[in-house]
C-alpha cells in the first residue's frame, strides 16, 4: 500500500502478522465504501509492541466504524529524526484524526 510514496506493507487486521523491529506505523480504517483511511500515525523502535500496547487505541475505535488495519514501512538503518520525519508528512498530509495535531 502506498502512503505518501512509500511502499508500506499491509493493511493488517491482525498484530500478529507485525514484527518486532522499528518502523513507521499508519492505523486505518475501513469503511463501508471499501476504502482504508488514516486515522492515526506513529513511529517505535518496536512496532508490533507499540501497537499491542498503544495509548491511543479508544481513539482509535471511536473514529473506526468499520475494520481497523495497521500499513508499516520497517525502517532498518533509520534514525530516529528519520522516522519522525515521515511520521509528521503523513500526519500534514492526511489530518489523522488521533494523535498530535
Known sequence: MKISGYDFEGPHTDT???KHAAGV?????KRSDGQWYVIDVGESTDVRERIDNHDRKDCWKRNCQGTLGV???YTPGWTLE???ALERKIR?????ACGER
Open 92 to 96: 500534514d498530509e492526511f489530518s489523522p
Open 71 to 73: 500499513a508499516v514501512l
Open 82 to 84: 528519520q522516522r519522525h
Open 16 to 18: 500478529a502478522n507485525l
Open 25 to 29: 506505523y499508519v492505523i486505518l480504517c
